[in-house]
């Protein structure tokens, strides 16, 4: 079991360019999230989805979109980038609904906008 | 006021000596509460979960105070590898899909 996957590790992005971060989890989870955490911060919700085919958002959306083609995949989108969304990006991952699971997450994604 | 609020520290403590950690949160309707812990840079990870009852893992102990909104989590017999930044966690519900957390305790363990 790998867990939750995220690529890339790391990413220098110009104003206004796009980019994919990607989340690949293998554990079977039905909920997936993106975070993203700011320096002295807590993390913040950005989008989650409770199934293929399903996301809503979260606490911090603007900026930013996912889909949910599978249960494994879900990628966030930056489509014109602001140096606001300079942060570290966090993908998780639980048996969300009835269970008490908690959430596990992947690895990061730092991300810096000039 | 913070929905889940933590002092952010640091906490300098000598090795082998206890230290505790407050938190508070201003949802009286939270369900589920956690601690996790984050390394400088990395991921963070479930150190354990809290339960009404208080309970305990090895050196680290976690209690919840519903009356008074608040959890601590206890660690006794400090090591150089609990150095690290302690994550105050609740959810609003069981399916724990909405966590909160705050923003974190810094702990340095001094040789």
């Known amino acids: 079991n790998a867990g939750v996957t995220q690529t890339p590790k790391f990413r220098i992005l110009k104003i206004g360019q796009s980019m994919t971060l990607q989340c690949t989890q293998d554990m079977n989870h039905n909920y997936m999230y993106w975070y993203r955490q700011d320096p002295g911060m807590g993390l913040k919700l950005i989008y989650y989805?409770?199934?293929?085919?399903?996301?809503d958002k979260g606490e911090v959306p603007n900026g930013y979109n996912v889909s949910r083609s599978t249960t494994e995949d879900f990628p966030l989108r930056l489509e014109l980038a602001a140096p606001s969304q300079t942060s570290v990006y966090f993908c998780?991952?639980?048996?969300?609904?009835?269970?008490?699971?908690?959430?596990?997450f992947g690895p990061g994604t730092r991300l810096t906008v000039l | 006021r913070k929905e889940v609020e933590q002092d952010p520290g640091p906490f300098n403590v000598p090795e082998g000596a206890t230290v505790a950690f407050n938190c508070t949160y201003s949802n009286s309707a939270s369900q589920s509460f956690f601690w996790y812990r984050q390394d400088c840079r990395k991921e963070p990870k479930l150190l354990m979960s809290?339960?009404?009852s208080g309970n305990e893992d090895g050196r680290f102990t976690a209690q919840l105070n519903r009356a008074s909104q608040y959890i601590s989590l206890l660690i006794r017999d400090s090591k150089l590898s609990d150095s690290a930044t302690y994550l105050c966690v609740v959810s609003a519900n069981f399916g724990n899909e909405k966590l909160t957390f705050g923003t974190g305790t810094r702990l340095t363990i001094i040789p």
């Open positions: 998780a991952s639980n048996n969300g609904g009835i269970s008490t699971d908690t959430q596990y």
């Open positions: 809290v339960y009404s």
């Open positions: 989805s409770v199934g293929a085919g399903i996301t």
